[in-house]
């Protein structure tokens, strides 16, 4: 950047002893020695090495670190099974209200009934959704949402006396975290491979359920952004032998008003509110993965859930609770704004859906020739393409770095060679996704050479990322 | 349509024709079992309709007065500066940083929260953040077990807050209790299967605790040692990686973050570097680029979830990057001058409220335990103090249920306040 020496130039470089980037109100108390209230080894004897910056200097550092930064607002971000679309900025509005920006998580229920309130009605609202008719806020992001309902499902078999239960099936399209959740909650993890759709292949499936199942972690649409048509059929293999299926809400966007995860009998399900509810993803995080249950499961939800009673709303601990999984009400504040999102958009969350399938869909055609399609039927709310024969997805998502978009979600699914996995979300207007599909043609006929040598309109250029693991620097 | 999707009816019908479908029924014709019915959901609201229920519903919480709570989540002042930065649109709207070309403002802010954790701590090197304080917690009981290849099983001290404990045991971690005397742990009676010992400072009840005991203890038994640390009190403390922890984790939120009701918050952990395997989250690193020029990457990725999958050392997908980004700004505005006065104001304006209670007849509950900002102070019936501070407009401390009440005094706190709280407390009876 133009004004630094390097492009890493670090916060830390940019100050110098004795400078300050913020006034404290004055003392106006005796100020404590320390040395009297405590133990001499207690006391910290070398400062630790902080940036040293005016207020100016740190404003600027980050507003610059800022530009270097894509976002939604900035470029087309068709990251696929991520969402992301346009985040209303009267999220931000409410979050930022100090009724509740200010509001300590253990003041007593009686002093926090407004926040109560929005987390009663937004279990009311996800319960409406999934048609599943209980809920829980508490899981603070999707892959714990995934670990509350499998350690849910575990506790259930547990309580039911049932010893047997060791597996977690997974299809061959999960997202990682399906096995990996299913690990650390003690499972081992088993996978079901697909059928010329895309779809869990249920053949497959009837002859890998048994008595030691517990679950099955399938994802709707799937990864493929294919819609598992056979839901209902695949639930009853499932129950036959006693065992829960489990869908994973990532793709949510696509389901909205069109699908009840409860009518294909699905058991429990987790959301990510910070997708499907546009809350928004903040570089990574945070996020919210509220889950969704049945009545058999609903007495193991995590601690606490919100209940309304005569004299107002309270916390409750469902009867054979898990636990807690955060250390207060999870992320409350991402749950405000989702229940503002939805409040934003009432029955009319069906458009949602029908804006972001039709978007899907348009890329799909327009793409179609160019591009191989091994899944090309309709898709929902995302498309999963590959390059055409000898070039590589890594080289066209660079390449459409230096045309200004954001790379879709690059080899995932896992089942897709070299996949480029497109969701294009609600948000985007049809020039918007003409242009792209304009690049993407554009990038198909490229030669191989230009291609390996993009981006070089981006800050950097691709990285050397062996050299990052292999000289660990990791800090200062 | 809607405000946040563009399309018209002409666009809808161009692009149906596309794809080859007449309407939009058609594009789920898939889909089974299909909702035909409505979604049964409040009507639609403008943007100005809904923002004027959130303050409504924001009108029935208590707000805009004196806390003295605390109990892992503490008000302090936050810098307007902070807002500014992390309400950036190139901040706020972007997602995991997969392509680095793109995404060096999250990746080298990532790499300054690491190192300033780094620096607070004396370890070598930190993640990207988990979700909050009782995750970090948990995510390094499990990290200990997978460390010493024991089965997952940590002693904890009385003194760890019991909701972090709680976690840690819904994530299937079997938990066993030191004794504890007089406020401060007897970590002198390790069991020897346990995987960790865990020990908080300030703990639970705002005591300094002796976390080089606590160390060598685990070290003994050929355990590991993990501080829970509050991130301001690392200002005038001294930094668990010099007194023998192994792992050092804990709540950021008083580092710049709001309230909001318990979150998002972001927990850090960090670590020794041949630990490093074993550490769970995202890691930003540095490194250069085909040019040359220095740039950060998120790097060590295959120990996680999306290469390794059921292999990984966590499920965990998220970083707080935004609340993260926060602390880091919160850290760089304080510098370390700042944040020691940001302890120092803290802890001389709970000594004066302790000792101005103590005045006024009132037990601390350890009288003898060495304490920052946070202490229990025993009350004749806490409840009825409480209600009497909330009707003089003061946001009382932690009812613990036992004739105690854990007060937290922070740098916002003003002596009028503390005078007019001991006061109330003391004609409360």
Known sequence: MLGERSLGSLIRNKGREGRRGYTLPKPDVEKTDLKKVLPKKSLRKEQPGLPEVDEPTAIRHYTNLSRKNWGIDTNFYPLGSCTMKHNPRANEAAAAVPGFAGLHPLQPEKGAQGALRVMHELQGFLSEISGLSAVSLQPMAGAQGELTSILMVRRYFEDAGDEGRTTVLVPSTAHGTNPATA??????????????????????????????????????????????????????????????LYMDGANMNANLGRMRPADATVDIMHFNLHKTFSTPHGGGGPGSGAIACSEALAPFRPDPVVEKTDEGYRFARPEK???????????????????????????????????????????????????????????????????????????????????????????????????????PTETESKETLDDFVGAMLELAESEQEDLEKAPTQAPTRRLDETRAARQLKARW | MARFTPHTEADIQEMLEAIGVETLDDLFADVSPKLEDPLDLPPVLSEYEALKDVEARAGENVSGLPIFLGAGAYDRITPSAIGAITGRGEFLTSYTPYQPEVSQGH?????????????????????????????????AALMTARLTKRDPKVAVSAGLNPRYREVVETYGVEVVELA?????????????????????????????????????????VGALCVAVCDPISLSVLEAPGNLGADVAVGEAQPLGMPLIFGGPYAGYMATHEKFVRQLPGRIAGETVDKDGKLAYVLTLRGREQDIRRARANSNICTNQAVTALAATVYAAL????????????????????????????????????????????????????????????????????????????????????????????????
Not at chain 1, 374 to 402: N, S, T
Not at chain 2, 119 to 134: F, I, K, Q, R
Request: overall charge negative; charged content about 25%.
């Open chain 2, 107 to 139: 990746l080298q802010a990532v790499f300054e929260f690491q190192s300033v954790i780094s620096e607070l701590t004396s370890l070598d090197v930190s993640n990207a953040s988990v979700y909050e304080g009782a995750n970090a917690v948990a995510e």
């Open chain 2, 334 to 429: 304080m510098g370390p001058e700042g944040l020691r006065e940001v302890a120092d104001l803290s802890i001389s304006k709970a000594h004066y409220l302790a000792d101005r209670l103590q005045v006024s007849g009132f037990k601390l509950r350890y009288p003898d335990a060495p304490f920052l900002w946070e202490f229990a102070v025993e009350l004749p019936d806490v409840e009825r103090a409480n209600d009497a501070l909330l009707d003089n407009g003061i946001v009382g401390g932690l009812d613990l249920g036992d004739g105690a009440m854990l007060v937290a005094v922070t740098e916002k706190r003003t002596k009028e306040e503390l005078d007019a709280f001991v006061e109330v407390v003391a004609n409360a009876g």
């Open chain 1, 321 to 423: 609770s898990i636990g807690r999984v955060s250390t207060f009400h999870g992320n409350f504040g991402v749950l405000l704004k989702a229940w503002n999102y939805i409040r934003m958009h009432g029955p009319e969350l069906r458009d949602v859906t029908d804006m972001a399938v039709l978007n899907a869909n348009y890329v799909r055609a327009r793409l179609r020739g160019a591009y191989r399609i091994p899944y090309d039927e309709l898709c929902k709310h995302e498309v999963v393409v590959q390059p055409p024969k000898g070039k590589k997805a890594l080289d066209v998502a660079k390449g459409l770095i230096d045309h200004g978009y954001h790379p879709p979600t690059i080899y995932f699914p896992l089942v897709v060679k070299e996949a480029m996995l497109i969701e």
């Open chain 1, 183 to 244: 690990s650390m909650a003690g499972f081992k993890s088993l996978e079901v491979g697909l059928d010329e759709h895309g779809c869990v292949d249920v053949d497959e499936l009837r002859g890998k359920v048994d008595a030691s199942t517990a679950a099955l972690m399938i994802t709707n649409p799937n990864t493929c952004g294919v819609y598992e048509r056979n839901i209902a059929e695949i639930a009853g293999v499932l129950h036959e032998k006693g065992a829960f």
């Open chain 2, 180 to 220: 504890f005397d007089g406020g401060i742990t007897d970590s002198s009676a390790v069991p020897d299967d346990v995987s960790g010992v865990f020990v908080q400072s300030p703990n639970f009840f705002g005591v300094v605790e002796d976390i080089e005991a606590a160390s060598d203890a685990a070290h003994g």
